[in-house]
């Protein structure tokens, strides 16, 4: 398994439990806007937003790298 096959493994679960844990968060603050729970979960949104961003950059350039070697592995087929 690859060094970023690792990061992307992690970074799924990460973006999943930030995910769940805003929406908590979300529906406590509804309840009891006193307390402030969005105001103390600012980590939260931070690492949803990086695991995001790093899922979705390794979604576009996973899509690009696998569609050059389906074109390699046909062509190597053929011949």
Known sequence: ????????????HVGLI????IL???V?????PYMDF???????LY????SAIWTGIRDIFG????GRRSVRAER????
């Open 1 to 12: 398994m690859r060094f970023s096959d690792i990061i992307t493994f992690f970074a799924g």
């Open 18 to 21: 930030c995910g769940i844990c």
């Open 24 to 26: 908590v968060i979300q």
């Open 28 to 32: 406590l603050d509804w309840y009891n």
């Open 38 to 44: 969005m105001g103390h979960a600012s980590f939260l």
């Open 47 to 50: 690492g949803l937003c990086a």
């Open 63 to 66: 899509k690009k790298q696998s």
């Open 76 to 79: 190597r087929r053929f011949v």
